[in-house]
């Protein structure tokens, strides 16, 4: 790896010293502040109080913003460091930015199962609030740092999703602050054009200031079975069978630990630990990383025990069985994160909180990723999921894969069905680690990708980068609502930009 200097390469090789010295107590404070916090704002029920008045806060700013006469586009004055994606956007510089200080659970209905949450609440902090009433979200994207804004105004994706769709599809209300100021709702029956443009607009329509949610009983863990394949064409039939049977296990995932082999996992909520599997609590801070763990069933599989293993996993340490190793990426920082001694020592203290890898990160490290580190996701129809595992091996060969199937239902907003059907099932295919295909080149490998994906009728997550053309982005994303929709909301055309003019790799750093 070549580097400037040997601080750059000290920087490099030795991040750990500055991650597990600094950047691990740091996190845990924050972890404790938030969690006591946003304990006490709920207990104290200050929030929903203070919600209206955060919301002329808000509208405070926009009018001071229309006083000047307009003179930037908007966007959320959320600092790029703080975002679960790997880029900072550069246009928050030149933009006006909106303090969206709006950070809470406002409401728990258990008549209409729903919760209603502000945009900057959290998927560890709603998943903590809503524990304790024996409710969870009806799709609980894995990394607790999501936010419900970046999860309603981008997407989210877990592996009830082949039931349940993505995070836009157990939203049941937006409440959005428009342009001209106006604080509006909308949902199926209420301003439906603009219900179904939301999601996947990036910010580009209004600001949200709450989300309405579903919920469901939450049991007490997740009963679940793995079932390691050798063979791909067999693991995706199987895949495919289980993602779409009318009575589907609750949660269906798979990793792949080559272009052939892999483990499928299926499971439910259960109330007790049978005996027929042993209970596993991953989520403790000794217990060995859960990708690490569940390519050890793959192993025993390739010598020759076939059984199907179960186990007993607390239902939160389920729903967030990948963040103390932030999937496979951990790896990359902290070499030695899943030794035991480690785990038993600092384990307590992992995961650092991804804003402050963010935050952190020398140049050189950002140059490393920048020339020879894939995190994309990709969501294709799952008839094409070989194809699509071929793709991805032949211009990344990155593994651990990441496969969770989801149901697109055909209606308005961004993304648009090419089969016509009522509904399909998707599969999203998440690559996040060092490339080792052979000719790799970060550009035209993923531009291969990309074309293959719109080829498929599918599309790429944006949290990610994506080096579509504008003309390539419109072909893989139905734009007819969302264009109508910025068309007929005053003010709207002048105060935010398109999707696009957020998301593409130029304007990210
Ligand atoms: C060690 C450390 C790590 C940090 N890491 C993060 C981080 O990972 N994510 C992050 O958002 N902020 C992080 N921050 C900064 C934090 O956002 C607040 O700005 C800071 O803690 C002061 O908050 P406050 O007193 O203004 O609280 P508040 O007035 O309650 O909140 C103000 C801001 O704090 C943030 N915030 C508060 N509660 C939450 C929450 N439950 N979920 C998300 N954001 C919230 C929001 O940005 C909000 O706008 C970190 C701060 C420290 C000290
Ligand atoms: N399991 C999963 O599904 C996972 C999903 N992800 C990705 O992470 C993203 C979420 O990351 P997160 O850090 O929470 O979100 P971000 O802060 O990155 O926000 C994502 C987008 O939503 C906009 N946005 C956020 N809040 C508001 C608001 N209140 N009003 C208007 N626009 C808003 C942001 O606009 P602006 O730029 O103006 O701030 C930004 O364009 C998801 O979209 C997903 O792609 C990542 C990991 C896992
Ligand atoms: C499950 C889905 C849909 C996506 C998972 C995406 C995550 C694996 C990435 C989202 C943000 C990424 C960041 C990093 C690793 C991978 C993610 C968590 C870093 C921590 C990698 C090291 C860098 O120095 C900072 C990155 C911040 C963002």
Redesign the pocket.
Known sequence: MQTDSLLEFLLVEYRWVVVVTCLLP??L??KV??TV??YVVFKMNSAPKNHDKKVKEIQKQIRKWRMSGCQTKLCTA?PGW?TMSFRQSLYKKSYTNI?I?L?DVLEVDTENMTVRCEP???MG?VSLTLQPLGLALAIVPELE?L?VGGLVMGTGVETSSHRRGLFQHVCTQYELLLPDNSVVTCSETENPDLFYAVPWSYGTLGFLLSATIKVIPAKKYVRLEYHPYTSLPELSRRFTHEASRPDSHMFVEALLYSRHEGVLMTGDMVDEVGADGKYNPIGKWYSEWFFTQVEKHLKRFQKGDKKTAVEYIPLRDYYHRHTRSLFWELQDIIPFGNHPLFRLTFGWLMPP?V??LKLTQPAAVARLYERSHVIQDMLVPVEHLEDAVQKFHEEFEVYPVWLCPFKLPNQPGQLQLKSGKESEMFVDIGVYGVPKAKGYETVSSTRRVEEFVISRGGFQMLYADTYTTREEFRQMFSHSLYDRVRETLPGCLDAFPEIYDKVNRNVRK
Request: charged share 20%.
């Open positions: 740091l996190s404070l924050w502040w938030s916090r946003n959320r703080q303090d200080n950070v900057m609440a959290t902090q740092q936010t909180e804003s402050l």
